[in-house]
């Protein structure tokens, strides 16, 4: 079946430093979703992307969706404590109705 | 609007016993799925469905049992609890019509199987 990796699978950075996490699919998906869970929480839709070589912004996050619509990554520039949290890219392949979750990066901020 | 409802929140089952999580939307959405949550594992989908009457089968769904009567409602069954079902458990929704768009997620319930 489609597995969905993303490394690392914890980083720690001081406030002000860069982070990014990276997703790798075994199969080509038709699009990718990045989620935000913070900790004892739910997780939280952040974007969608859809097109290969896609590149979207929300403020300090840049995400990108690979040419060959198998990886993707998420950016963060100069972090803050707010960005503590998991952060998990999902993905759908031919099978529409199934949305496979990464595995998850748990990003862990301190000043 | 509420969004995703999930109850209970907490759970402790024996082994064998049997319970049904519920989950419940106000959103309209045709689309429901569960997700069961573990450290390091990220999470798998147990069942799914694209509207009432539908459902289908994700990663992981021995053990469980889901129906869809209603587009509000799509609860989760645990025949025989196992304390492999240990879990935090989230349903989640979107309004997608046949594919899982934007999922909208409950808080969460959290079972534990002694």
């Known amino acids: 079946g489609q597995q969905v990796m993303q490394i690392p699978q914890y980083q720690h950075v001081q406030e002000g430093e860069d982070f990014t996490t990276y997703c790798n699919s075994s199969t080509t998906l038709s699009n990718i979703q990045w989620y935000k869970q913070r900790p004892g929480g739910h997780p939280v839709f952040l974007i969608q992307l859809v097109k290969s070589g896609e590149v979207k912004k929300q403020k300090r996050l840049t995400f990108q969706f690979g040419e060959a619509k198998k990886n993707s990554s998420l950016h963060i520039t100069a972090t803050q404590t707010t960005d503590v949290g998991t952060y998990f890219c999902a993905g759908n392949t031919g099978t529409a109705s199934k949305l496979t979750f990464g595995t998850g990066t748990r990003l862990q901020v301190t000043l | 609007n509420a969004g995703v409802t999930q109850t209970p929140k907490f759970q402790v089952l024996k082994t064998g016993q049997s319970m049904t999580l519920q989950c419940a939307q106000d959103?309209?959405?045709?689309?429901m799925s569960w997700y069961r949550q573990d450290p390091g594992m990220g999470l798998r989908l147990i069942h799914y469905s694209v509207g009432a009457g539908i459902t289908d089968q994700g990663e992981v769904p021995n053990g469980y049992n889901v129906s869809r009567s209603t587009t509000e409602d799509f609860p989760l069954r645990l025949l025989s609890a196992a304390p492999s079902q240990t879990s935090v458990y989230f349903c989640?929704?979107?309004?997608?019509?046949?594919?899982?768009?934007?999922?909208?997620f409950g808080e969460g319930s959290r079972l534990t199987v002694l």
């Open positions: 959103m309209n959405h045709e689309y």
């Open positions: 989640a929704s979107s309004y997608s019509g046949g594919y899982a768009g934007e999922l909208f």
